[in-house]
């Protein structure tokens, strides 16, 4: 029997989750514009029907109002919106909608990317795609997996992955932690990797990483061979993930170059975190470091003095109870 969580449906408003008013009102208009960006389905998109054999079902219900509904007829009705999530292992009827998802993982850099999800989609035993029941389309709405670095470091993607990292890595003080992440230490490291449409339901963000870190967990008991299950037993978490930061800092901000230290609640908002649990991340991080991003970011009137950052964070395995355990109250609080 599959160790999956039982079904379990909630009311969910979703709305884009930071820790400060304006972060959250910043954070609301990137969500309509990326939303707009990178849900739109490809024509080749066409999986099989959802089967809930897939993976243990852990269905949510969105029911309430939808925040960034633009229709004066939504708006009549109260813009209630019906949709069950549902969980699956990923597939390779999966490869289209994940790219999607993936396609500014690395910026706009030109890489083996139709690789990298193959790699995602090949490993099946730890790795959730999260879909819409009932969408013809068969629509991946997120992707969260982790790969060891070291398994997977003869492939294309993960030389060109670890290239660019170390290209963008300006920071004297990280990158020999980031070298010694990719090269002696590889095997400790699993590369999280988590993308998503921007206002899905917050709620499903436990959930979502319990199932990760769980999948984890057991694979190092359930892999058939001490080789696979070692490749699980990971040490550190290596993240990549985006941040809008903003262009003009003070003086005395100027020398603090380890964006680790700084965070939206004690500098006035410097950071806006595009995914609320990149906060906690952050916080808990052992190293990080910023870089800009040369994809083409929201234009606003709230975002005008913000940049779009790509930010690299290491996380010990240790750390992720107290992670999981701070989302969880983040989501419950909110």
Known sequence: MPRRPTRRRRMLNPQPLTFSPFARSVAQIASIHVDRCQTHKSKDQKGSPLNSKDKGIWKHTLEGKNDL???SEEEGSGGVVQADFVF??????DFHGVKILLQTYLDDAQWDLSGFVDLILAQTTVGTVVK???DDDNTPFSIVTALNLR???????IKELKEFLLKVCLEKDVIKDLRLFMGEQANDVGL???QRVVNLPPQLLPPLYDALFDEVSWATEDEPTEELRNFFCFKCYLLVSKIYKLKHKNANQKNKRNLKRRSASDSGDEIVYIKPEDEIFHKLSLWSFSFPMQTQ???TQELKNYRLMGLVMAVEAAKIPTFRQELQSLIVET
């Open 297 to 299: 970011q929201v234009e």
């Open 151 to 157: 398994r997977y470091k003869d492939h294309k993607c």
């Open 192 to 194: 999280l990797v988590s």
């Open 69 to 71: 509904s633009e229709s």
């Open 88 to 93: 699956f292992d990923p597939k390779p009827d």
């Open 132 to 134: 819409i029941e009932g």
